[in-house]
């Protein structure tokens, strides 16, 4: 699960990692900083795992205020 | 004859660090402040507010506040809360109530990334409330802020209704805004004026000893409702 800041909000970790690029010579626009986050679901079923997945963004792993997320699978 | 000591219980979660220091001024303002640990599933019978203090809860893991909200005594409070309990939230656990839902808004990693440890001003907006009956509407108040995650975040729409509602009860003072909050907000209660969260710490400002006694006029004003609702339920 991919948590990122949304946007239009402050992220000053983004904003500090995309000064220290521009320190290094690399030349780049905004930097954001997000979360990942993996988990091992116990099941086969993708949409089932899906709907799992969604469940724990929406109650724990985001504050929707503020947040945004994308979910990938993997099979193991 | 005294006056008649309310019962405002501290909550603790491994990891609050202010409990002792909350208890310890709301019991020289007058309230009976039992630290309630965050397993519990109720309230003491007698409680007549809540505080929800500082620290880390957690350890502050994912986001500040986000995995105490889940404790078992945080449903007591919002159970307590719909009823038209009090509940003041100070630091993390301004955190929480956020979190919870019980308060509107978000708190995010402060502007300037470092964690701020100083005294601010802050501007009375409203006296109204529970929590701000001993302060002058407009009066400054002199109370420290400590913490690495106290810039209030709302979107636009939402400070305008908060603003109109009336709920942006505490700001801090113009170019004293410790962290990058939005509209330099510092405390923020809900629609029905009864939860209250604020990042400073009234509980390390109500001595002299320790430069300020600003902080006493908020846990006083509390002291204060928690014993008048405690008049009207007899």
């Known amino acids: 699960m991919l948590v990122r800041p949304k946007p239009g909000i402050l992220d000053p970790q983004g904003q500090a990692v995309e000064s220290s690029l521009r320190h290094l010579g690399f030349d780049v626009g905004e930097a954001r900083v997000g979360r990942l986050v993996d988990v091992d679901v116990p099941t086969d079923d993708r949409a089932e795992a899906l709907a799992q997945l969604e469940r724990m963004c929406e109650q724990l792993l985001t504050n929707p205020l503020i947040e945004s997320y994308e979910i990938e699978l993997e099979r193991p | ?234």
Not at chain 2, 67 to 89: H, K, N, Y
Not at chain 2, 205 to 211: K, Q, R, T, Y
């Open chain 2, 1 to 234: 004859m005294s006056e008649p000591r309310p019962v405002i219980p501290v909550v603790v979660w491994p990891g609050s660090n202010d409990d002792r220091d909350a208890q310890r001024a709301l019991e020289h303002l007058g309230a009976t402040a039992p630290r309630v640990w965050h397993t519990e599933e109720m309230l003491p019978r007698e409680t007549a507010a809540v505080v929800l203090p500082g620290g880390f809860s957690y350890g502050d893991y994912l986001r500040c506040g986000a995995i105490a909200r889940f404790s078992p005594i945080v449903r007591a409070v919002e159970a307590f809360a719909a009823d038209g309990g009090l509940v003041l939230g100070i630091c993390n656990g301004f955190q929480i109530l956020t979190e919870a839902g019980l308060l509107p808004g978000a708190l995010r990693p402060n502007a300037s990334l470092s964690f701020v440890c100083r005294d601010v001003t802050l501007r009375v907006e409203r006296t109204d409330t529970p929590f701000t009956t001993r302060c002058r509407t407009g009066q400054e108040l002199t109370i420290p802020v400590k913490h690495g995650d106290g810039c209030w975040f709302a979107d636009d729409a939402l400070v305008a209704a908060l603003e109109s509602s009336g709920q942006l009860v505490l700001r801090y003072t113009a170019g004293d805004n410790p962290n990058g909050a939005v509209a330099d907000v510092a405390g923020v209660s809900n629609a029905d004026g009864n939860v209250f969260g604020l990042m400073p710490h009234p509980e390390h400002a109500v001595d002299p000893l320790l430069g300020s006694v600003d902080g006493a006029s908020i846990l006083g004003s509390l002291v204060d409702a928690a014993r008048l609702s405690l008049a009207a339920s007899v």
